[in-house]
């Protein structure tokens, strides 16, 4: 193999250019390409420029391996063709450098914004030329119309929170219906029944009238209106009063309350409380799910403080939403047609009346960590025949009935993500509007679905719920399982949401490159011609 690879020769061709005699040696490995090219930079010709070698009669040789080898005394020709193809790749050339020109260009919008602040320039002098003062003026006077109405809408909404009442003039106290209630009565079947005290209840498929139909069973089934010795008809007033005064919120509306006091329900049901618990209570969890939420303005306490409204100025800053959801349901509570605890005696009212407070006000998340590790601090010795610990477990259950969607099937769960979304998205636009922080969590351009629920469903759903576990064993198959599926469910819709947008950023990279590549080919190309 060593003797004949020695032995091997190149090929030696003369070529003629103008005169002077070329020699030029190339290997039989060699394709027609690289032997043409050889040709044109002996010849002093830019590579890729097609040519053509005739013989000293003109007969045209074809240029490659196997083409015949002549001497010095009988050079080749060589002459340049300037063909149609060549032609048309070099305009496809100048075409594609023109394509990566324009797409640079629209990538860093340099160009396009040139021309846009030089057009809306143009144009504004143009209009103050044709148009003069006159119109200016007008202008003007519209834009401080805007204005004005933009700063009364704004000191209205920080300095009220607008409610069916206002609490700054006594002779606009709310005032409830005084006939009978006329919302159809509906009639409860047993399978409703039986389904209105499990965790699984779809709260999606009633209307308003039928909520209030249930919340009115609930009461009845629980024996707090014999109990208590609350009037039927006044019950329908004081429901149809709570109705009235939940707003129409994407999220934080009469059918979220329905949602909360249906899930307290439930865990009455399931975790027995009737016989661990008083009926007093029963009736502070049932009353405060009732009544946790009402007249919320749909923007939550940070938004209230920061925004300095006036709840917050009411409330010093210190839970003003919950504060405010107290005072409008002792509000209806002080009016005698809607007082269901009308015949409970002053001593009773005052524990219910304190106890419903004490529940409603630690819904208020900012609380979440102070109440559960308050709660933790009892668990091994919890007692209920001691007040402060029935207490701490009640504000851990209407916890957990508040913020509970995830605990229900996820046909039930997730449009209520939707909806919280909606309000978050509501708040944040309002706020960066106004020019106020805006929390990650509630801004349209950061979250998504999968990122909300799973940092609140491990760290705030799981863990307290698997507190609760350790009292009421037999929670953790009914909800806490649900919340651990949501869990893992959300956990695959992110990894696929991070496949799909890690392959979009490699796709985009690889774009990049590939028009950074063709653009340096280019300008190799247009230096070469």
């Known amino acids: 193999m060593g ?24 290997s ?16 002093g010709l830019p590579r890729n420029t097609t040519i053509s070698l005739f013989t000293a009669d003109d007969c045209m040789v074809s240029i490659d391996p196997t083409m015949p080898a002549n001497s010095e005394s009988t050079p080749y020709k060589v002459i340049p063709v300037a063909t149609q193809q060549q032609i048309e790749k070099e305009e496809l050339f100048q075409n594609l450098l023109a394509q990566v020109v324009e797409q640079f260009s629209r990538v860093f919008k340099i160009n396009e914004l040139k021309t846009e602040v030089a057009n809306h320039l143009a144009m504004l002098e143009k209009r103050v030329e044709l148009e003069g003062l006159k119109v200016v003026e007008i202008e003007k006077c519209k834009s401080d119309i805007k204005k004005m109405r933009d700063e009364m809408a704004a000191r209205s909404t920080r300095t009220n929170c ?15 219906r005084r006939d009978v209630p006329s919302y159809p009565k509906y009639m409860l079947s047993q399978e409703t029944i039986e389904a209105l005290r499990k965790p699984t209840f779809d709260v999606w498929l009633w209307e308003p009238n039928e909520m209030l139909s249930c919340l009115e069973h609930m009461y009845h089934d629980l024996g707090l209106v014999k109990d208590f010795n609350i009037n039927p ?39 027995n409380l009737k016989v661990k618990i008083s009926q007093m209570d029963i009736l502070m969890l049932m009353t405060a799910s009732v009544c946790h939420d009402l007249d919320h303005p749909g923007y939550n306490n940070t938004y209230q403080i920061n925004a300095r409204t006036e709840l917050a100025l009411r409330y010093n800053d210190i839970s003003p939403l919950e504060n405010h959801h ?10 005698p047609e809607c007082n269901i605890f009308a015949s409970v005696d002053q001593e009773p009212f005052k524990r219910i009346r304190q106890g419903i407070i004490t529940l409603i006000l630690a819904t208020d998340m900012a609380r979440h960590a102070e109440i559960l590790d308050s709660f933790k601090e009892i668990l091994d010795n919890f007692d209920y025949s001691n007040e402060e610990h029935v207490t701490r477990l009640k504000m851990v259950l209407i916890k957990c009935c508040d913020i509970s969607n995830e605990v229900r099937p996820m046909e039930v769960a997730e449009p209520w993500v939707d909806c919280l979304l909606e309000e978050y998205f509501m708040q944040s636009d309002r706020e960066k509007s106004e020019g106020l922080p805006v929390a990650p969590f509630m801004d349209r351009d950061k979250v998504t679905k999968p990122t909300a629920q799973i940092g609140f ?44 947008k890690e392959k979009q950023v490699h796709q985009l990279k690889m774009d990049c490159r590939s028009l950074l590549s063709n653009t340096a080919s280019f300008h190799a190309l247009a230096s070469i011609a």
């Open 3 to 26: 003797s004949s690879s020695s032995t091997y020769r190149p090929k030696c061709v003369y070529l003629d250019i103008d005169g002077r005699i070329q020699k030029v040696a190339f």
């Open 28 to 43: 039989k490995y060699c394709n027609s390409r690289d032997i043409m090219d050889l040709f044109c930079i002996a010849t």
């Open 162 to 176: 607008p409610c069916k009442y206002s609490f700054l003039d006594e002779n606009k106290k709310l005032m409830p």
């Open 233 to 271: 008809i006044t019950l329908k007033r004081w429901l149809l009063c709570i109705h009235d005064n939940y707003r129409n919120n994407p999220f934080h509306n009469f059918r979220h309350c329905f949602c909360v006091t249906q899930m307290m329900y439930s865990m009455i049901s399931l975790c």
């Open 326 to 335: 107290c005072a409008v349901a002792f509000h209806i509570l002080a009016q």
């Open 457 to 500: 469903l491990k760290f705030v759903l799981i863990p307290m719920f698997e507190t609760v576990t350790k009292i009421f064993p037999e929670v953790e198959e009914v909800m806490l399982q649900p919340l651990w599926e949501s869990r893992d469910r959300y956990e695959e819709l992110k990894q696929l949401d991070d496949a799909v």
